[in-house]
């Protein structure tokens, strides 16, 4: 059963960097079956995509972060990474990853979030 | 960003029908996109509940079913019950400004 865990640093301070990993047990992130991704939500706010990553090494991002955001595979560890660089208190926010699910035979549009893991809060404040 | 718009809120009895409405566009839903749909119990990460406009996972009940149509899409919820109260959430695929995956405004349903 595919399981997704956040780790990371839970108070980070402006203008650093938001350095967190998403550990995958259950399957392999080496597989062309799943994009891997990052969704956080604000306090009290909705969901929003920040970006995703193929077993192939190919990464989309959200085209409002994508100046600030890096993510990345460590195919020897199974797991995968998030860099947020020059944090704000805006970026504030429940960090999740998920396992996007690929629709055979159709292009990234539509993939979905199929399993998630149970998300880590980060703070950003001084 | 493109986003899409759901009520911010729906409340039924128990046993009662309720629907959620996710409204896009052009450059989304109505360009073809699969509309998905979560579920998030209060504290606890969201959950897929319908992907692909229609389809539940294994170990969804089949009281959740979901339609589209043109530009938007519909969640619906038949015998409500009190463990249905949760924030529900539409997500969909922009092809505007770079592509982005995009989610609805969320609508939280409440069982009086």
């Known amino acids: 059963q595919l399981q997704l865990q956040e780790s990371g640093p839970g108070l980070v301070k402006p203008s650093e960097t938001l350095s967190l990993i998403c550990s995958v047990s259950?399957?392999?992130?080496?597989?062309?079956?799943?994009?891997w991704g990052w969704i956080r939500q604000p306090p009290g706010k909705g969901l929003e995509w920040i970006g995703s990553?193929?077993?192939?090494?190919?990464?989309y991002y959200n085209p409002s972060l994508k100046s600030r955001v890096t993510i990345s595979l460590d195919t020897s560890k199974n797991r995968f990474s998030l860099r947020l660089t020059s944090v704000t208190a805006a970026d504030t926010a429940v960090y999740y990853c998920a396992t996007l699910y690929v629709k055979p035979g159709y292009n990234i549009g539509y993939n979905y979030m199929g399993v998630w893991g149970k998300g880590t809060t980060v703070t950003v404040s001084s | 960003q493109s986003v899409l718009t759901q009520p911010p809120s729906v409340s039924g009895a128990p046993g009662q029908r309720v629907t959620i409405s996710c409204t896009g566009g052009?450059?989304?839903?109505?360009?073809?996109?699969?509309v998905h749909w979560y579920q998030q119990l209060p504290g606890t990460a969201p959950k897929l509940l319908i992907y692909?406009?229609?389809n539940r996972p294994s170990g969804v009940p089949d009281r959740f079913s979901a339609s589209k149509s043109a530009t938007s899409a519909s969640l619906a919820i038949t015998g409500l019950q009190a463990e249905d109260e949760a924030d529900y959430y539409c997500q969909s695929y922009d092809n505007s400004l770079g592509g982005c995956y995009i989610f609805g405004t969320g609508t939280k349903v409440t069982v009086v």
């Open positions: 052009s450059s989304n839903i109505g360009a073809g996109y699969d």
């Open positions: 692909g406009d229609t």
């Open positions: 990553v193929f077993y192939s090494f190919s990464t």
């Open positions: 259950g399957d392999s992130i080496n597989r062309n079956s799943f994009y």
